[in-house]
């Protein structure tokens, strides 16, 4: 309930797109981002909550720098350590099954479905930016969740996504490459 934290999920309530541009090591991936996320996913709001709410069962992406770091950070903070899903922010008892990636890395999931408390399952899936852009086309999303700095056309790309169903882009980085075009 940090108050820098409390202003950027209020602020989701006005905003469809919002960065929380901090310092490294403070809590941006967690305590915000994929906190607001496991929110959104399962409905379960706490009694605080001022920030948007989505009273139904949303479509959502979480992405990263690289595959690697999407699996080491996001997966594991989202849902869990291997062996261990469930423990992460999204309750266990709200995982109804997920969808392993195929590729190089072993236990790394491509997709996560979560039950909404008003009925129906969300669909989170994973993405990293060494997609490119073209990773990113195709389908409306509800919520992206992009924790590091994206590239501007992957930035760009994910705006579209959310723009013909009032979706929300949530950012989630430190600033290392400076006054960059997607800072700017």
């Known amino acids: 309930l940090y108050p820098k934290h409390q202003q950027f999920f209020a602020a989701g309530a ?6 929380m541009l901090a310092a490294n090591r403070i809590g941006k991936t967690e ?4 906190f607001e996320l496991a929110l959104h996913l ?4 706490p009694a605080w909550w001022v920030g948007r709410r989505f009273d139904k069962p949303v479509k959502a992406w979480a992405a990263g720098n690289t595959s ?21 922010l999204i309750p266990g008892d709200a995982i109804v099954r997920t969808v392993r990636a195929s590729g190089g890395i072993a236990d790394q999931v491509d997709s996560v479905y979560v039950t909404h ?8 899936t994973f993405k990293s930016y060494d997609q490119r852009r073209e990773g990113f086309e195709g389908t409306e ?8 700095e994206p590239p ?3 930035y760009t ?6 723009m013909t169903n009032n979706g929300m882009l949530m950012l989630t980085f430190t600033p290392l490459e400076g006054m960059s075009d997607v800072v700017l």
């Open 14 to 19: 006005k905003y469809r797109e919002r960065l």
């Open 31 to 34: 305590g915000v981002g994929g």
């Open 42 to 45: 399962t409905g379960q709001y």
């Open 68 to 88: 690697k770091k999407v699996f080491e950070i996001l997966q594991d903070k989202i849902l869990g350590p291997v062996g261990k899903w469930g423990t992460g």
């Open 117 to 124: 408390v008003k009925g129906g399952t969300s669909v989170l």
């Open 141 to 148: 999303q509800d919520i992206i969740l992009l924790d590091e």
């Open 152 to 154: 501007l056309d992957v």
């Open 157 to 162: 790309e994910c705006l579209i996504r959310t």
